[in-house]
């Protein structure tokens, strides 16, 4: 077996191993950040939860960090509260970005991990189960239910040879995007094994498993090996290892095989992840930010090689090197070096640890003008500047190009490979967290909601019969952040959907909001989409914003596991052309009817839905525990029937 089926076996609630069935999965741990946090302690009020049922539940402060006005604030106070009331663990802002944080405070090879972003994954580079998910299906295994996915693929990467110098892990993961795209991961389980993986340090293993979501996949995981030991050792967590390795003779559901030793510099151009292409074929291009950091490249060595290659060096002039700390205690560990010396005298610009420009939250680049990013995301508009030009490399490239003021191939920076051992005491210190209260104390607690502080809408189940105009048609690979774009402006309102409601689409189309509202005092709507509808962010808002302004059908070529798995928990039904080019046939204003939805949905895959008069075969791909949530208006709806 390999990793990732034995990790599924020993968490198998429901269901069987056979790829396309669903299964439910036992959830040991769950992770928060703030920006989805809110929602989902909201959803545990709403659920009357008294206390998390998990092993263990984490909640992080990272995203909202710039607090231009008491939103912000108010939200960090909400979600203390909430931590104390429901027994979660909090992590103050200051202290990171929630994936490093959380791998290497409270990660276990073995276990079972659930989180309100898509970067979850980053975790399987110990071992772990780790999945991203959107807000309600986290708090639903805050509550001790399990989590159901579609049983996927297991992809089976060999890695053999070693990485040469001025190439490293992010270049692993953007030649499998290269390869494969940004839906070649779809229902899949990415894991790697081979000889090359003894090269390859645990948190150079969660930059390529952080980014497997970019590829669309369920997750990556890696084994647990001697280099997994290695790292608990050091953050003194011996006691937490256990050996895990796929047996010899793994049956892989897929296969493919990259040599290290024979990979060069990649880099994802404008604007997307999937549009990789040799640094060396764009060599020459005037930048104008580099920016280090984000969960994307958040080890120790990924700054440590940028200080390195600056050592007595400058940034070139008009560049802003933008440097992003994933921890408190990776920012320690660079100023013990001495290595934050060489950062800032190069001209480096130092931001707190935290998601920062990732996210759009700060460090915009100036429009059309080329951003250098070592983050994990480059979709429109996504860094905070409507026409911006995002594109994703390593620490090495980022570096290089900041030196020269232009793209730069890192590999004629290196004569030989650098040494960047870790630190030998690296900075781990529990009480940066606040532990949650015994539950005879957390009984008391009282949630602290500020104005900004919204209870969840009300919203009332999917009518038996439809005829709702299209009011939206959009193209391939729509991602979250062009449904519910993120940035300064917007994430402050992550706990207030009628007010989040308002910046639906703005990046597509600002008149949707407006349009929406006066429809829905009517009847409702549908959006069509082509493939990759709802690629991205695990941010519910992407569902429940639309849902509050009477989204009911979403039809697409194809949708995004997360998100098709926030529009069936908010009660927005997910359809597929079964002919791709139907896509064509459809127009905005034209008028879709759905005619006796119960009896459709339960008796069969496809079925024909009315445009405009003339019939279209669709199809679903739902579940019958999915059909009767839908059916019940959601997921919260659900589960108090089920009470
Ligand atoms: C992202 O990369 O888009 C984030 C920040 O990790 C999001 C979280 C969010 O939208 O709040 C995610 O992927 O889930």
């Keep these: 077996m390999s990793v990732a089926r034995k990790l599924i076996e020993a968490h198998l609630a429901s269901g069987t191993m056979t790829p396309g069935e669903e299964i439910g999965l036992r959830i040991d741990q769950t992770l928060t950040q703030d920006a989805t946090g809110t929602m989902v302690m909201l959803e545990l009020e709403a659920m009357g939860l008294d206390r998390v049922q998990t092993e263990l539940s984490a909640q992080y402060v990272d995203h909202n960090l710039i607090q231009q006005d008491y939103k912000n604030a108010d939200d960090h106070l909400f979600l203390k509260s909430a931590c104390k009331r429901f027994g979660v663990w ?6 990171g970005v929630s994936h490093p944080l959380h791998m290497q ?10 989180g309100s972003d898509s970067h979850t994954c980053g975790a399987g580079a110990l071992g772990m189960l780790a999945i991203g998910a959107g807000g309600m299906d986290v708090a639903t295994a805050m ?8 049983m996927p693929e297991i992809w089976g990467v060999r890695l053999t040879g070693e990485l040469r110098p001025g190439v490293s892990a992010k270049d692993v993961i953007l030649e499998m995007l290269r390869r494969h795209g940004v839906d070649g991961g779809y229902n899949r389980i990415i894991e790697y094994y081979g000889p090359g993986l003894a090269n390859l340090e645990v948190w150079d293993r969660h930059t390529i498993a952080n980014m497997g979501a970019e590829l669309g996949a369920t997750t990556t995981v890696f084994p647990s090996d001697k280099r997994t030991q290695n790292l608990l050792i050091a953050y003194g967590r011996a006691d937490a290892w256990r050996p895990i390795e796929a047996d010899d003779d793994t049956h892989w559901d897929v296969t493919d095989e990259i040599d290290l030793g024979r990979l060069e510099p990649m880099i994802a151009k404008p ?4 549009n990789v292409v040799p640094v060396r074929e764009v060599v020459g291009e005037p930048i104008y930010q580099s920016y280090l950091g984000s969960s994307a490249n958040p080890g120790y060595r990924d700054m440590a090689i940028a200080a390195q290659m600056l050592r007595e060096k400058k940034v070139a002039e008009g560049v802003s090197l933008d440097l992003n700390p994933s921890s408190r205690g990776k920012l320690i560990d660079l100023m013990r070096a001495g290595l934050l010396d060489d950062l800032l005298a190069a001209g480096g610009r130092l931001h707190q640890a935290g998601c920062n420009g990732c996210i759009g939250m700060g460090q915009a680049p100036a429009s059309g003008r080329n951003s250098l990013r070592t983050t994990p995301r480059n979709f429109p508009g996504r860094s905070g500047t409507r026409e911006d030009s995002v594109w994703l490399c390593s620490p090495e490239t980022a570096t290089a190009s900041a030196v020269h003021g232009v793209i730069t ?15 030998s005491r690296p900075f781990h210190d529990i009480t940066i967290f606040v532990a949650p209260p015994k539950a005879e104390q957390a009984k008391d607690v009282v949630l602290e909601k500020g104005p900004n502080i919204v209870s969840l809408p009300v919203l009332e189940a999917i009518p038996d019969d439809i005829e709702v105009p299209v009011l939206l048609k959009v193209g391939d690979d729509i991602s979250t952040d062009e449904i519910m774009p993120a940035g300064t402006k917007v994430l402050p309102f992550r706990s207030n959907i009628p007010e989040i409601s308002n910046f639906c689409f703005s ?6 909001p407006r349009r929406a509202r006066e429809n829905d005092n009517v009847t409702g709507h549908a959006i069509i989409a082509g493939r990759n509808y709802g690629q ?17 059908i979403v039809i697409a070529g194809e949708i995004a596991r997360i998100h098709r798995q926030n529009l069936v928990n908010f009660g927005v039904l997910p359809l597929q052309f079964v002919n791709p080019d139907d896509h064509d046939k459809i127009s905005r204003g034209d008028t879709i009817t759905l005619q006796g939805v119960k009896n459709k949905l339960r008796g069969g895959r496809e079925f024909n839905v009315k445009v405009d008069g003339s019939s279209l075969p669709v199809r679903h791909n739902l579940s019958e525990r999915e059909i009767e949530v839908l059916l019940d208006g959601g997921l919260i709806e659900s589960l108090k029937q089920e009470h």
């Design 409 to 423: 191939d890192p590999r004629e920076c290196f004569e030989e490979k650098l040494e960047l051992p870790e630190p």
């Design 507 to 512: 990046v597509v189309d600002d008149t949707y």
């Design 90 to 95: 909090y992590s103050p802002p200051g202290n």
């Design 271 to 274: 604007s997307s992840p999937g």
């Design 536 to 552: 991205g962010s695990s941010r519910e808002h992407a569902a429940l914003a639309p849902r509050y302004l009477g989204l009911r």
């Design 143 to 150: 509550a001790g239910q399990p989590y159901y996915v579609t």
């Design 105 to 114: 405070y409270f990660g276990i090879p073995g276990r079972s991990l659930l």
